[in-house]
C-alpha cells in the first residue's frame, strides 16, 4: 500500500471513530451538536490521529483500538481552530475551504463548540475500551500538558498573541511555535507509543521524532501562508505578515526557511533509524509534511 492510499484508509478510519464518538446532529440541544460536527467534518488532512497510529504500528502490530484514543487529537486540533478563528483571536472568515465555525452558526455557538469538542475528548479518552486505567491517565495527561498553558497549545497561542507587531525575534518564534504547534503533534507521536505500550527507549525516539517534525510542519506552515493563495490553503492567505506575526520567514527568509524544515526532516528520519522498516509510515510522513502544498 503507497502512502496516499495508507492515508485515505486512516481517514476513513479516524472518521468513522469522530461520527461514533461524537453526539449526532439529532441529539438535544441540536444547535451544539451541529456545530461541533460542522467543523470536525469540514475535511482537513487528520494528520495528528494519522501520526498516532503510525506510532502505534511502530511499537506493537495492529494496535486494537488506537483510533478511539486517536480520534481525540483530532477534536483538540478543530477546537483550537473553531476558537483560533474567532474575531477576538485571528477573525478568519474561512477554515479548510468553508466558512469558519462562527461565521456558519455565530460567536457564542463557536465558542460552545470549540469548549464541547475539548471536553468530549477527554471523556473519550477516559472511556477506551480494553485499556487499562494508568494508561488511560497517561494519555490524559499527555493530551491535556499539550493543550495547555505552560509549554502547551494555549500557552503557543499566548504568546503569538502578545508577539504580534514585535521584532521579529528567534527565541520568541520558538516559544511560539514549540507549543502553538509543535507540542500536540509531539503528543500524536507521544499518545500513539504510550496507547501501544512503548518502553523508554522507544518512547524517546519517537518524542525526538516529533519534536521535529512540530517544528518542520510549523516551518512549512509559515511558507504557505507567504507563497499560496487562500484557494489552495482553505484558509485566508498572507495573514500572518499582515497581522505582523513572528513567523519563520519573517525571522530567516524564506530560502533559509526552506533549508530548516529540511533539516528538521532528516532529523526526524535520524530520530526512528533504529525501529528499521517499522518507522517507514513515520519517515514517508516527515517527507510529505515538509513537502506539502497546503
Not at 116 to 127: D, E, K, P, S, Y
Request: hydrophobic share 40%; proline share 4%; with cysteine.
Amino acid at each position: 500500500m503507497d502512502l496516499s492510499a495508507y492515508l485515505a484508509e486512516r481517514q476513513r478510519l479516524i472518521d468513522r471513530e469522530l461520527d461514533r464518538r461524537t453526539p449526532p446532529e439529532t441529539t438535544p440541544p441540536e444547535t451544539i451538536h451541529r456545530a461541533m460536527r460542522y467543523s470536525l467534518f469540514a475535511g482537513g488532512k487528520r494528520i495528528r490521529p494519522i501520526l498516532a497510529m503510525a506510532a502505534a504500528e511502530v511499537v506493537a502490530d495492529d494496535p486494537a483500538g488506537i483510533a478511539g484514543a486517536a480520534c481525540t487529537l483530532e477534536m483538540i486540533h478543530t477546537y483550537s481552530l473553531i476558537h483560533d478563528d474567532l474575531p477576538a483571536l485571528d477573525n478568519d472568515d474561512l477554515r479548510r475551504g468553508v466558512p469558519t465555525c462562527h461565521k456558519m452558526f455565530d460567536e457564542a455557538m463557536a465558542i460552545l463548540a470549540g469548549d464541547a469538542l475539548l471536553t468530549l475528548a477527554f471523556q473519550v479518552l477516559a472511556q477506551l475500551e480494553s485499556t487499562d486505567a494508568a494508561r488511560k491517565a497517561r494519555l490524559i495527561e499527555e493530551l491535556a500538558t499539550a493543550a495547555g498553558t505552560v509549554g502547551g497549545m494555549i500557552g503557543g497561542q499566548v504568546h503569538d498573541l502578545e508577539g504580534e507587531g514585535a521584532p521579529p525575534d528567534p527565541q520568541v518564534l520558538e516559544s511560539i511555535h514549540r507549543a502553538k504547534t509543535g507540542a500536540l503533534l509531539r503528543a500524536s507521536v507521544r499518545m500513539g507509543a504510550i496507547y501501544a505500550g512503548a518502553g523508554e527507549e522507544q518512547l524517546a525516539a519517537l518524542s525526538c521524532y516529533g519534536e521535529h517534525i512540530g517544528l518542520a510542519f510549523q516551518i512549512v506552515d509559515d511558507l504557505l501562508d507567504v507563497e499560496q493563495p487562500s484557494e489552495a490553503l482553505g484558509k485566508t492567505a498572507g495573514k500572518d505578515a499582515a497581522q505582523r506575526k513572528i513567523t519563520f520567514p519573517a525571522v530567516y527568509g524564506v530560502e533559509r526557511s526552506r533549508e530548516m524544515a529540511e533539516q528538521e526532516r532528516l532529523r526526524a528520519h535520524g530520530a526512528v533509524t533504529g525501529f528499521g522498516d517499522r518507522a517507514r509510515r513515520l519517515r514517508e510522513l516527515a517527507d510529505r509534511i515538509v513537502q506539502r502544498k497546503a
